[in-house]
């Protein structure tokens, strides 16, 4: 692989927000011009992955929905038995940590889209229905860690019945997922003419869109990094090693297990490696409120999340490559 | 202000910061006790016992409402006495403070 | 007309929006992007409808005018009488009610014409002129019928000279309707080549940036069905009765009188049957101020749109098309 | 507050609400009376005896405006004086209450 | 307010209008004093010594942000000591009310 | 040249804007929007001139960057002198309006560019670079001219060597400034098969959007000119009569010393004859406080622009076209 498929326009989008946070430029994109393209991005990635839906498989697709599952259940476990045993990080924040690692980021996922499309790599419908589905599992687990915590530190049980169904129902009603979810579905039943209609809003522009929103998240994660002294060397090193371990789980799931084309490994590993920064904060900050809001943001935003833009995503597919010519999956 | 002593009435001026989920349940409170006007601001941003909001941050979105609430002595009193316990869960705070309303020709009070 | 003519995009994500009301999603978006994508709609439209009336009749486009002044003279004096007489609502909430029902939906009419796209029908270029004009007149004969009943009701008689001059000026002068005229003239005037250059913003991704302007209506009218309970029975039918009275009107102009096509025939019947709640609104706001504005808005927003959307286009297709095949125009 | 009777002075803080559509009119008879200083905040909302106002409605966005105002006491009474038989029109309240203005360099009330 | 002697409490409610880029600077002037709470209100209009901020100006956007603080008298004297020469910095003034905290089960004060 | 090569789309929103304010419409774009399409647009001119100049000629990009320079100082040196001189206005004011002068506006030059593209010309790809350039160095002559009057008015003298640094800084890290260089380095960088991923974003709708982009700014031009009256005649004069100067000036360096074709000539002459509104309004009202904004922008967005959009970019062309006709470049 050659240095020039690093520069995916998204990607070089990305470290030019970075740059310009590093130089402290005035450059500020609209909040709401973020919040749109978010939800155009993701509308347009549940209607593309819905039309495949329509072609494939189902017992192929319920073996990614089992796998979603399996991620967004063992990450957190791993995530958190790391921070408390080696990091000695306190229980409250290890859970609260933990349950990002578990989920997904659509920005990174889609970034991994546009590297493989850069590349002319084609890949498989169904980790798109992952990604809707990652996003929920891993709250429940973080919510299960945090109880398990506080049980430990003999604290004040709180109530822990009455938050597992709150954070249950916000999280199958959560916007960005209802959006993937629906736009899926959408993309599912409409006929092809339709589809053809608004394929050039959706489709067509769609790299660019990407562009502008990893521009604005390069910002995001360059304010973050001022924040690298407050969390400590050790959690800075987690939010690299993290991904790398789930980047493992996911490379060989998606290999040996479900037995993807390069492409398609190469988005469940993504999958597995990134970390949320939609669903889960505000989550965790209603369960966990005893946890310190800016460890897992920076961590996600700051360290996992331009970590995976700029190294993982090309290490990943070298790895998903590799692994392809090599092996044959286990069945 | 002794000149104006017709055109301004002794009030009270109760102030809530809280966090703007809970916007709608204080309203319903408030409109429940009768009262007849009210001022709210959103999105703002604060700092206080459960830490920071901060209403523009990207990935954790914190909002706090301001709302001013002009009222006489009597009704105030029967606003905070209601609300009071309820603070905790609104996730905010009140300040109450004398003031004079200008009479004019609508009465919100 | 089978039912995947209903699996129009934009319907469904009409319907996914309102679905995300009503399991109480926390999907939300940002106010300026409505804002936006309005913008965005007229001026489409607009220039759409200008460069295809830059090659059509005149005489033809005058009756459309004269149509459009009908249906908003006509239509809410139709309003206010079934209002009063059958629901015995108070003078001044019909009246202000009635006024929307004069005038029209722009989000109504690009969602009959993405739906007529979608089946392949294509359509005269005169509605686009009716939709234009039909905001005002409508706001105009609301003034008159609330002045009329503060008389009946003897109370103090307001300054109707003042407020009508007022209202003609803000009719003229409001933004929609300056931009939906001003993009037509722009696109009746410019050169072929011209528009080429812009077509592939203002049409080619049109229909997709409907969806999402959709979607959002859709969560604005599920946030209105809450209010059905303080509108009462008798409002919440008259918002499905009036829509079917318009459209009446609608269609016997559209094909006795104006002898459109099926695809023109249903967007006047469109015309007739929708109900405004751009223009509307804040005019009866200010010149009835004693009427209940959850009323005009709920039935205007929860009932007579996604009645018209789900319900009503199809059905005015299919009349249509009947009456199409069965009569002939009067002339 | 003692200590800071050299750093504070007495003045009057008053308090308008109106119609955001309004504001270009009070602020034009504010600079009339030559007020040298005064702070705004958009897009509020509120109830009062006109009803309701909702900057976020989507069909009917009704906006009010707080213009804050610090001011010494006759400059404050002549500003209440003129505002006052105004008020019904901006469709607003006004609120007075005693405040202290701490000395800086640039004097602005 | 007889009845309410037990739920609030006097305290001083201080209330900065700022040139918004000096807001960082106050906030970090007000953490390091220790104070425990405050609201702030971003994207404020005004008027003042240096002429107009109009938040919304196409080509000038100049914002103010509003930070309000409640807090005990001593505290406030430390608060209004620090900030007072500062403010020219800050572009921006300050005023103290005498007010009530109504006593909730967080203290941020 | 025809009438019709001034029915450019783009230059009718501008006017449909400034009939919007001058009718007083309500019609108001959310001001995020207005940010949103300035981002986008200025990502799409640097991508597609980075593209360009990938393929360009080192030595004459470099003069390309002298002219910028040369512009950027000696416009405002000219600009303060009439002023002074001629209009015997304030030396402070005076310095502040001329920094204005010696900087461009994005806005006018993308105008132009559609204007081109809309009668077909083509054009090189150096004065991209001036555009991105030529913000800055006015601003240090706006600097300098304002030090120099205030120890010709004996006033307490400024932080000057502060002050300049402080603004040099500002000018490197302006928002607009690095987003133009950003995106001319990725579409320098990035390969043809990635261009093309975003070009259907960057390029294809790009004239659209420049739409509605000019269609606010003419609402913000119609919203100035009712200051004229503030600003008095001389001014309002100097806004017309400078950007002639400059253009003059422009015109000449384009044609006889960098040697373009006349679309080349005319983009050159354009950012000589504009005046910026971006980065030099928030830098002047830093630098020299003492001048009265209103001066600067009225006569930045109410005169200047106005008169480019509407009279000036076809009378350049015009003139670009004659002289290249009719006399060889000075090589
Ligand atoms: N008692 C009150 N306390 C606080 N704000 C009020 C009060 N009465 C009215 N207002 C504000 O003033 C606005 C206009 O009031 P009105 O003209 O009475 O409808 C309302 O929308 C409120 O924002
Ligand atoms: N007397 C006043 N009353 C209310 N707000 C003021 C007053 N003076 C100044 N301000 C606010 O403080 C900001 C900065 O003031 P200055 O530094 O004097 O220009 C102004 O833009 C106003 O928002
Ligand atoms: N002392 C204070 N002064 C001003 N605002 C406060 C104060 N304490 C709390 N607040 C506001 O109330 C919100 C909620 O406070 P808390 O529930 O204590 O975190 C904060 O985000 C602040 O906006
Ligand atoms: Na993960
Ligand atoms: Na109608
Ligand atoms: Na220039």
């Not at chain 1, 038995?81 to 000695?88: P, S």
């Not at chain 1, 521009?215 to 924040?227: F, L, N, P």
């Not at chain 1, 492409?263 to 965790?284: E, Q, R």
């Amino acid at each position: 692989m050659s240095l020039s498929s690093l520069l995916v326009p998204a990607i070089l989008f990305f470290a030019l927000g970075m740059f310009a946070c590093l130089i402290k430029s005035d450059l500020k994109f609209p909040p709401d011009m973020h919040k749109m393209i978010v939800i155009y991005l993701l509308i347009g990635i549940g209607l593309h992955g819905g039309k495949e839906l329509a072609a494939a498989n189902m017992g192929d697709a319920l073996s990614a929905v089992y796998a979603a599952f399996a991620f967004g259940i063992i990450l957190p476990i791993v995530a958190y038995i790391i921070l408390r045993a080696i990091g000695k990080i306190d229980p409250l924040n290890a859970a609260a940590i933990s349950a990002h690692y578990g989920s997904v980021s659509a920005g990174t996922y889609m970034t991994a889209v546009a590297f493989l499309a850069g590349i002319g790599v084609t890949y498989e419908a169904y980790p798109v229905i992952m990604l809707a589905i990652m996003e929920s599992p891993a709250i429940m687990i973080g919510l299960v860690l945090a109880g398990y915590s506080r049980r430990v530190l003999g604290g004040e049980s709180k109530d822990q019945k009455g938050m597992m169904k709150h954070l249950l129902i916000d999280a199958f009603t959560n916007g960005s997922i209802l959006l993937l979810f629906g736009s899926m579905a959408i993309g599912w039943v409409i006929s092809e003419p339709s589809y053809k209609k608004i394929e050039p809003f959706f489709e067509l522009i769609f790299m660019g869109a990407l562009c502008i929103f990893l521009c604005d998240m390069g910002m995001e994660a360059g304010k973050r990094i001022s924040e690298f002294k407050s969390v400590g060397i050790f959690l800075v090193t987690f939010g690299i090693v993290m991904p790398l371990i789930g980047a493992a789980f996911g490379i060989t799931v998606g290999h040996f297990m479900l037995g993807y084309s390069v492409g398609g490994i190469t988005l469940v590993t993504v999958l597995a490696a990134s970390c949320s920064y939609i669903a889960v904060p505000p989550a965790m900050r209603l369960a966990v409120p005893e946890a310190n809001p800016s460890f897992y943001l920076t961590l996600s935003l700051g360290v996992t999340f331009p970590f995976n833009i700029v190294v993982g995503i090309p290490m990943y597919y070298a790895a998903a490559q590799y692994l392809h010519e090599t092996y044959y999956p286990w069945w | 202000m002794v000149l104006l002593s017709e055109v301004l009435i002794s009030m009270k001026r109760i102030e809530f910061v809280i966090n703007e989920e809970a916007l709608q349940d204080l309203i319903r409170l408030l409109r429940n006790m009768d009262v007849r006007g009210y001022t709210i601001i959103k999105k703002a941003g604060g700092f206080g016992s459960t830490g920071e909001r901060n209403p523009e941050d990207y990935a954790l979105e914190q909002k706090n409402a301001v709302v001013i609430l002009a009222c006489e002595e009597s009704l105030a009193e029967k606003v905070i006495l209601t609300i009071h316990p309820k603070l905790r869960e609104f996730g905010g705070m009140c300040l109450v403070t004398d003031c004079k309303w200008t009479v004019g020709p609508a009465v919100s009070y």
